[in-house]
């Protein structure tokens, strides 16, 4: 059982940075690929951005391209989300998830394991 605790979450204005992380256990971290989903207010959960077992390969929704970094710590068992020039549109829960194999995806079938979410809200 894959276990995965996100942090790093919070309430910021339109215009500034967080850092998301995410925990992982239970497997052997470094042979799957990662994902950042988000879920707002009546709203489907969506992609946000990918990264493949190594970190050499990373896959981003267009709507953060250029302004969100998706990268990993195999020594540690952690992704990481750095999220800059945030926009109240970027409000919602986002969601860790493991994938099922080494290379990245944007579709959710894609991955087997998922976190409880952690919120941010930006502010206009």
């Known amino acids: 059982q894959v276990q995965l605790v996100e942090s790093g979450g919070g309430l910021v204005q339109a215009g500034d940075s967080l850092r998301l992380s995410c925990a992982a256990s239970?497997?052997?971290?470094?042979?799957?690929?990662m994902g950042w989903f988000r879920q707002a207010p009546g709203k489907e959960r969506e992609f946000v951005a990918a990264?493949?077992?190594?970190?050499?390969?990373?896959y981003y929704a267009d709507s953060v391209k250029g302004r969100f970094t998706i990268s990993r710590d195999n020594a540690k068992n952690t992704v990481y989300l750095q999220m800059n020039s945030l926009k109240p549109e970027d409000t919602a829960v986002y969601y860790c998830?493991?994938?099922?194999?080494?290379?990245?995806?944007?579709?959710?079938?894609?991955?087997?394991?998922w976190g409880q979410g952690t919120q941010v809200t930006v502010s206009s």
């Open positions: 239970g497997r052997t971290f470094s042979r799957y690929a």
């Open positions: 998830a493991a994938g099922t194999g080494p290379f990245t995806t944007a579709q959710r079938m894609g991955y087997n394991y």
């Open positions: 990264i493949s077992w190594s970190g050499g390969s990373t």
